[in-house]
């Protein structure tokens, strides 16, 4: 299963310049997904993270694997009215830099649901070099809306 950006839109509040996944290549609803970030020099972290040596911000790479992995819990028709938070981060590596001009390839495999909690774990690539590894807690809570 393959997501765009808007259909992205339509699973997770998170929008510009929060929205840190442009496209969702392969998704096992509940189980896993894997995601792409295209990264321009545009980008309104470059601006102000070393501007003569942009670096993508190590919390934005596990903030962009933990969006995919609330795609793949939201994807599950009894979690879709739910708000997918961060409940924790454990064993983050950072491995690498992430510069303007790479695709950071991000996966997230859900490895344990427990009522409204998922955990799991992410890597995220560059060039099929992992740049950043996380083991990620997330809390589904009611949306307000």
């Known amino acids: ?7 992205i839109q339509k699973i997770l509040p998170h929008r510009y310049p929060f ?3 442009d496209r969702i290549t392969a998704m ?4 896993s997904a894997e995601g792409i970030k295209q990264l321009s020099g545009n980008e309104i972290f470059f601006q102000g993270h070393f501007p003569e040596e942009p670096v993508f911000p190590g919390v934005l790479q596990i903030e962009a694997l933990a969006q995919v992995g609330g795609v793949a819990l939201l994807s599950l028709e009894e979690n879709r009215d739910k708000l997918p938070l961060f409940a924790g981060v454990d064993k983050v590596r950072f491995r690498g830099v992430v510069r303007p001009g790479d695709t950071l390839h991000l996966s997230t495999k859900i490895t344990k649901k427990r009522g409204d909690f998922g955990f799991g774990t992410g890597v995220a690539k560059v060039n099929d070099e992992i740049v950043c590894e996380a083991e990620l807690m997330f809390a589904l809570i009611d949306s307000e809306e």
């Open 1 to 7: 299963m393959q997501l765009e950006y808007t259909d």
């Open 19 to 21: 929205l840190l996944v």
């Open 28 to 31: 096992e609803p509940g189980l």
